[in-house]
């Protein structure tokens, strides 16, 4: 008898007692919101067009064409548009509402125009949500900000918030209506100034949709649905064995007691199949150590169970 199996028994009982939690990383993070033009996704080196609505999960290769544009919304209601010629890639993404502190966002954009509008991932008191470029990072804190090569630099615009830019060779903070322009990686980012309109435009032109009303209802519409989904997922937790901790000491003593009685009911099975296993070897051949004692019990446990060593195929004809 596996002296193991009591606990085996017993981790298997556990895990029926309590289901299991949602990993989001296991699911789709979030998806298309608009495709102006084309735009393909890379998802476990498997390249695919990409459309409205098609899911975007973690460690994703996104990428659009020349004259196209492409937004996409996650669970968390961050929301991200990029420009022509773009491509990104989902680093790290972690979002759980009952662990806002674990909270965490690792984006790249290694070619092409963005504007990001974080969402609660980045609604924490030590936000962990950082935009990597080329030229340098972006670290944000309840932010809308625009990346992109604009007048022969990389430049940062803050719609909202504040932002860190670091690159090699400094950092620099820019806050909500400011920007900073940076030559490459180890240069130092400017100071942060206002841009002049015109300058505006031209950046808010590269990720503008030409159905941009159409874009905006689509993207209410789904961040409507995230908070729906949040609900209901809250609902849930109220209701599972594991949830949160203001279920009632009535509730919680019943739990733990019908866990016991399930756990002590597998211990007496296992007590009684023992104990069988025991009076049934008192009739088996000793072993002591020969080829020929070794082959005596083999024989007694085919007679005992003739199909115990017939290959599965032949058992199931």
């Not at 296991?26 to 695919?48: D, L, N, P, R, Y």
């Amino acid at each position: 008898m596996n002296c193991r199996l009591p606990y085996l028994v017993i981790l298997i009982t556990l895990l029926l007692a309590f289901p299991a939690r949602a990993q989001d990383s296991s699911g789709a993070i979030g998806s298309f919101m608009e495709v102006e033009g084309s735009a393909s996704i890379t998802h476990i080196g498997q390249k695919t067009a990409a459309a409205v609505d098609a899911p975007v999960y973690l460690g994703d290769i996104i990428e659009t064409a020349t004259d196209s544009k492409a937004s996409i919304v996650f669970v968390d209601d961050t929301d991200i548009t990029l420009g022509e010629n773009a491509r990104m890639t989902i680093d790290e993404y972690v979002f759980d509402e009952d662990a806002a502190a674990g909270n965490k966002g690792r984006y790249s954009f290694l070619r092409g125009a963005f504007l990001f509008t974080s969402g609660l991932i980045n609604k924490t008191a030590n936000p962990d949500l950082v935009l990597e470029t080329p030229y340098g990072s972006i670290g944000l804190r309840g932010t809308t900000v625009w990346g992109g090569e604009i007048d022969n630099e990389y430049g940062v615009l803050v719609q909202e918030g504040e932002v860190t830019v670091t690159t090699n060779r400094g950092r620099i903070r820019v806050p909500a209506g400011q920007g900073t322009n940076i030559r490459n990686r180890d240069s130092i980012p400017t100071f942060a100034a206002a841009w002049g309109q015109e300058k505006i435009e031209h950046a808010k032109g590269k990720v503008a949709f030409k159905r941009r009303d159409l874009v905006q209802q689509r993207i209410a519409t789904r961040k409507q649905q995230n908070v729906d989904l949040r609900g209901k997922r809250r609902e849930l937790r109220q209701q599972r064995p594991d949830g949160p901790k203001n279920i009632p000491a009535e509730q919680k003593q019943g739990q733990n007691d019908e866990l016991k009685k399930r756990i002590d009911e597998n211990r007496d099975r296992i007590q009684e199949r023992r104990e069988q296993y025991r009076d049934k070897m008192k009739d088996a051949p000793r072993d002591d150590g020969t080829a020929k004692s070794q082959e005596q019990r083999e024989n007694f446990h085919l007679q005992r169970n003739p199909d115990a060593n017939r290959p599965a195929l032949n058992r199931r004809r």
